[in-house]
Each structure stands twice: as C-alpha cells, then as structure tokens.
C-alpha cells in the first residue's frame, strides 16, 4: 500500500529526499513515520508526522531532516540534509491509524513498505 523511492549514494554533506507513496488516500487521521535499520541494528524510528502535520524527529536528525506530506496526503516526504555516514540504512514508511496518539514503536503501524537504500560515504 505503500512504495518508498528516493534512496541512493552520496558523500558526506550531502542530501537526498525520499518519498512514500500511497496506492490509496489513507483519510486524515493517519500518522506517517518513517524508520531505518542499519545492519546489525533494530528497526528505529527517525521521524514522525501526526494527522495535523506536527513533526516529531529524533535527536540524532534534529535540523537535517524534514518530514513531510503533500496536499493530497497521497505521498510522505523525507528530505534529508548534512547526511553522514551513520546515516546509511535502508528506511521504511509506515502509516497507522491515529487512535489519540501516533506509536512510538514499529509494532505500532502496521502498514509498511518495502524500504529503500541510503548509503553515505566519508
């Protein structure tokens, strides 16, 4: 239901934006997150957007990264500034219902995609 794009390799310094698109409109109360998982690393959360467009980043992106829909609500935004090499991951969007909170945890959305590659190189 929904299919990342956007990832690739750069240096360090660079930037790169990810999109999620949705085969459906999801309805507008819905949060949007996106995750990432490095080898040998869990699943983490990097960035959430709530049914309101309120975002909610991890302190690790803090100032790099911006999360972001487009008007239709149909395709969920990452743009991602000052990559560095602990950047490199594959990430995922997810979506869930809003049920008076957005999750905090990847057990909580249940819609998934099949993730895409960020490389960053030094």
């Known amino acids: 239901q929904v299919v990342e794009s956007g990832g690739g390799s750069v240096q360090s310094g660079g930037s790169l934006r990810l999109s999620c698109a949705a085969s459906?409109?999801?309805?507008?109360?819905?949060?949007f997150a996106w995750f990432r998982q490095a080898p040998g690393k869990e699943r983490e959360e990097v960035a959430r957007?709530?049914?309101?467009?309120?975002?909610n980043y991890t302190d690790s992106v803090k100032g790099r990264f911006t999360i972001s829909k487009d008007g239709a609500g149909m395709t969920l935004y990452l743009q991602m500034n000052n990559l560095k090499p602990e950047d490199t991951a594959t990430y995922y969007c997810?979506?869930?219902?809003?049920?008076?909170?957005?999750?905090?945890?990847?057990?909580?959305?249940?819609?998934w995609g099949q993730g895409t590659q960020v490389t960053v190189s030094s």
């Open positions: 459906e409109y999801f309805g507008n109360q819905y949060c």
């Open positions: 957007l709530d049914p309101i467009d309120r975002p």
């Open positions: 997810a979506a869930e219902e809003y049920l008076g909170y957005c999750p905090r945890q990847l057990g909580g959305y249940s819609v």
